[in-house]
């Protein structure tokens, strides 16, 4: 099964040392600019071709592996190729966009090739160490019987885990994945922000807030999102959620909508299992700025973070 690369990114360069890695030949790349495709080659001691006709001459299995806006592109030079009477209709071409399906090789797929999209559910960087983090990483498969009978065989030869996707189901399947990664980042800088803003030096609160994050994803790992999940929410304690909304909507209201629809995400997640219909309500109302028991939040909570009653709303940490 020899396997060829449309593209000389990071993606290609680590996919091709992988491939390598477990005893499959890499024939080369090609690429937009020859620079790119010769440097790809270099790193993994294969051709740098011409052109897609050439690699495609030799290759049993295409990986594109440019970005998505470029994929349309590449299949309508493969349609060309088999409209020119040249060996491409032949092979098993796949791309490794996570959000775009098999579909997007339309015009192959119309002349009845083999499409199928490989995404390996991880980040890359550098792309030697991108290979060696392929060996632990999740891949999931999606396209036409052919195309995944192939992706299968390359995977389960790696070693590799993964699941079959149907193709309706890729683009949640991405949203699912940026919330994971992109999303987690936004997260954090969120909460970056506001310890900032209350007083921690800015160069010290990564390594602060490291074993927290630390944990609660070890949390996960045991015992699930539901049963990990601690804080005043997973403990009843409208109160201290009360504290919360009137001292963001106090010092940084940018970021209140976002507090509240974390807020109500996370009743969503946990209502009736770790916590009654009526207290949820009455999280409910206090993030939608009713206060408790029906007052605003700002003419319930008194500066020191206690409520009327004097209860220590943050009695109980995270």
Not at 12 to 36: D, I, K, N
Not at 47 to 53: A, L, P
Not at 98 to 112: K, T
């Amino acid at each position: 099964m020899q396997i060829g690369f449309i593209g000389a990114g990071k993606v290609g360069m680590a996919l091709g040392l992988y491939f390598q890695a477990h005893g499959f030949p890499v024939a080369g790349y090609c690429s937009r600019t020859e620079a790119s495709a010769r440097k790809a080659s270099e790193l993994t001691g294969t051709v740098c071709y011409d052109s897609m006709g050439l690699l495609c001459a030799v290759c049993d299995v295409l990986f594109v592996t440019t970005p998505d806006g470029a994929i349309s592109e590449i299949d309508a030079e493969a349609a060309g190729l088999l409209r020119a009477g040249k060996p491409a209709g032949d092979k098993v071409w796949l791309h490794v966009s996570g959000a775009l399906p098999s579909s997007a090789f339309a015009q192959l797929s119309a002349a009845g090739c083999a499409v199928g999209s490989l995404h390996p559910l991880q980040s890359f960087g550098n792309p030697s160490v991108s290979a060696d983090a392929l060996e632990h990483t999740y891949f999931t498969v999606e396209g036409t019987s052919k195309a995944k009978e192939t992706m299968c065989a390359l995977l389960n030869a790696c070693g590799a885990r993964y699941s079959e996707l149907e193709t309706s189901q890729k683009p949640l399947y991405h949203a699912g994945a940026c919330v994971l990664s992109n999303y987690l980042v936004t997260l954090l800088d969120t909460g970056f922000y506001f310890l900032h803003a209350a007083g921690m030096p800015e160069d010290e609160i990564f390594d602060a807030v490291s074993p927290l994050i630390l944990g609660t994803l070890e949390n996960v790992r045991e015992k699930g999102t539901v049963d990990a999940l601690t804080g005043p929410i997973a403990r009843g304690d409208t109160g201290t959620v009360a504290v919360h909304m009137s001292a963001i909507e106090s010092a940084l209201p940018q970021y209140a909508p976002l507090y509240r629809s974390l807020g109500e995400a996370t009743l969503d997640m946990i209502e009736g299992k770790k916590l009654g219909r009526e207290k949820a309500t009455a999280f409910k109302t206090i993030l939608r700025g009713c206060g408790i028991n029906g007052h605003e939040i700002h003419d319930e909570i008194i500066p020191n973070g206690k409520g009327k009653t004097g209860k220590d709303y943050d009695a109980h940490g995270l």
